[in-house]
């Protein structure tokens, strides 16, 4: 049974914002994620009736946060299934996915990499999986290697051994890219890794608020995911160590909360994972974040894929029957639905993007047009920019008709100008 | 159809600006330069100017213009706008385009520096895409002497 995404749709307030003198058509789902009510409602709650510190206090409403607090942890660990979350909670809360990147190229890549060692990222990663890498190689005197893309912008995995081998200290890799939609096959490069006893760090932002991740399955040593971009609250991110890595992981911030005994001199470290949590963390947004996390799992992370799919294998129906559009703009990405995401990104040689979204705002459309934070792939690919359109579990099929039909007719516009 | 502001925003003479921007060939002498990026969209314009000898205002310059047709437009423009000005002369215009972006009333004395910039005016209710027209103004604030390059 699908989900009913009219119901759906209503626990979303801000689907039914006019802009523009139109009806908001929210396909900006790869920047971040719209939020529903429950979210909403759980985080100005939270103020409302249990704001505390966590882990400080013996009165009522700081146990009380703090026993939500941790449920949350918990409940993000089982939903990506973390294996035997319970005895050890492999989950650490930061900022955003960028800042778990960098905590681990700070803390356990910084301590584990030696000169020459090789580090290996795709062609298609967000900034935020690349420069930590290029930083942390450059004072390594280590060797990053960008993983080839071929034309249809997925991983050519000819370049498997060459590119994965025996000074391979790590291989972190984008699951799902925001710029191309391309999934990428994590599990093969998983299995090569493993093979030279690299370790994989991957770059779920994309992934984990679209489709079933299971780190037991993947067996990766890193997963790190923004809960933004899937319901939740901005400022936060998620970061998933496996556990022989947690367990001699060095703390990267060091203060209250991380510590159990200090004295003038020195001082030792709390519990996995409060160690790496110094100072009062974002209470309020992972308690709604919870909301979030409980939300997915009602519609379920598989139904919500085969959603995804559906509205994507319906879009690219529409631009195979579409001559115009066909003729006078590029998708980029891969042609088969299997490995591909609810993202379409598209070029066209009539008009810059920053153009063309300024027509489809007109017309209510949110798109974002840009380079995405993947400037090398864009350079490689020869455009300056792109326009992308990325869905979710409420847009529709009708905002997706509405949508080439708002694209084609701002095209058309430069083009009859030409 | 598109709004008023959009179709006012996008009309043919901007289009043809963007399309063909003016002042494209090279010039003789080369003795100031300026370049401004924009960070957050990656357009680019880059100014090679030849100022006559007291170094008093510009005698000719070549436009090199990447990027949206706002951001191009409205280099063309400007670019038609400053040969011959005193540097004076093209602060002020550049005073009167802001006051417009603003939405600040500009007098018709005002609007005759302006020139073809009118047609900007729309930004004013379009302000992300302000920066856009800003970005060839940015260069020219950050025009620098060169060792005069002989092409
Ligand atoms: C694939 C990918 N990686 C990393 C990030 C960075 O996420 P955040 O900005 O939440 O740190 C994003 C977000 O745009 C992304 O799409």
Known sequence: MNPNISQIRKDFPILSTIVNEKQLVYLDNAATSQKPIQVINKLTDYYKNTNSNVHRGVHTLSGKATDEFEDVRLKVAKFINAPNYKQMNPIIWTRNTTESINIISMTWANDNLEENDEIVVTAMEHHSNLIPWQRLCKRKKAKLKIFPINNNQELDLKYLDEYINSNTKLVSIVHSSNSMGTINPIKTLIKKAKSVNAKVLIDGAQSVPHMPVDVTDLDCDFLVFSAHKMLGPTGLGILYVKKDILQNLEPHFLGGEMVLDVSYESATWNDIPMKFEAGTPNIADVIAFGSAIDYLNDIGMSKIREHESELTAFALNILDENKYLKNNSTLFGPKNILNRSGVLTFHSDIAHPHDLGTLLDNEGIAVRTGHHCTMPLMKSLGVPATLRASFYIYNTEEEITKFFECYSKSLRFFDNVR | ?151
């Open chain 2, 1 to 151: 159809m598109y709004d008023e502001k959009i179709l006012t925003l996008y009309n043919s003479i901007i289009q043809n600006h963007s399309r063909a921007p003016q002042n494209q060939s090279p010039i003789n002498l080369i003795t100031h330069q300026a370049i401004a990026i924009n960070k957050f969209c990656g357009d680019e314009v880059q100014l090679n100017l030849k100022y006559n000898q007291n170094n008093f205002n510009i005698s000719d310059l070549q436009l090199i213009a990447k990027g949206c047709s706002i951001s191009i437009a409205s280099s063309s423009i400007v670019s038609t706008l400053i040969i011959g000005l005193s540097s004076e002369k093209i602060n002020l215009t550049r005073q009167i385009f802001e006051k417009m972006l603003d939405n600040q009333n500009i007098t018709d004395t005002e609007i005759m520096l302006l020139g073809d910039l009118i047609y900007f005016q729309p930004l004013s209710q379009i302000q992300i895409r302000k920066k856009c027209s800003l970005l060839i103004w940015k260069s020219i604030e950050n025009i620098k002497p060169l060792n005069p390059i002989e092409i």
